[in-house]
Every structure is written in structure tokens, then in C-alpha cells.
């Protein structure tokens, strides 16, 4: 699976403005729901779910990325959003970090095949701390997608 089959470039947030956790992950769903990938009325339960996972444990995998994941009924497909906050936002992250980058995954509670595909592909790549700062230090909007095909070509090459 590739970013392009699930993240939707309409819903990258370059500057995000949440200050804590709750407000990004609203921020996040508000974004898909502005794009018509999740509906509305949809987004108070996607932003509890999200919640729900949270208190689970923390998705903050470490430099400065967190990747809130949440398998809902309202949902059909998996389906991403991508942010990204200069100030970064506490979030519980492994090594106690703020995070700056936040890619959000919405999926079917009947689709576990492609909601493991899409968190594999973004836990392979997110491995490479290269990506990670250059996910950080991105200059706009255009810079994150860009790295973001990038990454998806890469893919296609192996």
C-alpha cells in the first residue's frame, strides 16, 4: 500500500495550531471532514475513538511523530490526514518529545487487512530518520506532499 491510496492530499495541514493532543487529533478530523472524506456529523465520535485508542497508549512513536489510529463503523476505507505543527504539540510520545508530525489512519472495523497495510507502510518509512526531519522541517504544504510521493516512488522501486 501507498500513501496515495489512503492519505488525502486535500487534508494535509501545514500549520497546525492545536496545542494539545485532543485539539490536534480534532484539528486532524475536522481537516477530513472539510474534504468530505468523513462526515461531519461523523467527527465527535472519530475524535473519541481517537481518544479511546490514546488512552490506550500513546501513538507518539518518537522523533517528533505520532500516528493516532482509530477503526470505526462510519468509516468505509482507510483513510488519512496528514499535520504538521511548527511548535509541536505534547503528545505522550515515546521518548517524551513534543510531536510536530501527525499522520492520522481512519479504517473499518472489517477492514484489518489494508488498516495493517497503511500502518506498515507509514511505520516503514517513518523509520528513516532522515524523512522524519525532513517531514519536520518542510516548508509548506507542497514541500510535505512532494516528500510524501517521494516516498511512494521509492516504494515503487523496490
Known amino acids: 500500500m501507498k500513501f496515495r491510496d489512503f492519505l488525502r492530499r486535500d487534508a494535509v495541514v501545514y500549520d497546525m495550531q492545536a496545542t494539545d493532543k485532543r485539539a490536534a487529533l480534532e484539528e486532524l478530523v475536522e481537516a477530513l471532514a472539510a474534504v468530505k472524506a468523513v462526515k461531519k456529523s461523523d467527527a465527535p465520535a472519530i475524535v473519541s475513538a481517537l481518544v479511546k485508542r ?51 489512519m481512519l479504517s473499518s472495523p472489517d477492514n484489518t487487512a489494508d488498516h495493517l497495510a497503511a500502518l506498515e507502510r507509514v511505520a516503514r518509512i517513518l523509520k528513516d530518520e532522515t524523512f522524519c526531519r525532513f517531514l519536520r522541517q518542510a516548508r509548506g504544504q507542497e514541500d510535505l506532499l512532494d516528500l510524501i510521493d517521494e516516498a511512494d516512488q521509492d516504494e515503487e522501486s523496490r
Request: proline fraction near 6%; include cysteine; aromatic fraction near 4%.
Open 54 to 104: 490514546e488512552n490506550l497508549g500513546s501513538t507518539g512513536i518518537g522523533r517528533g511523530v505520532a500516528v493516532p489510529h482509530a477503526r470505526i463503523d462510519c468509516i468505509r476505507k482507510v483513510v488519512g490526514a496528514l499535520g504538521r505543527s511548527e511548535a509541536g504539540v505534547p503528545f505522550n510520545a515515546l521518548d517524551g518529545k513534543p510531536v510536530h508530525v501527525l499522520f492520522l
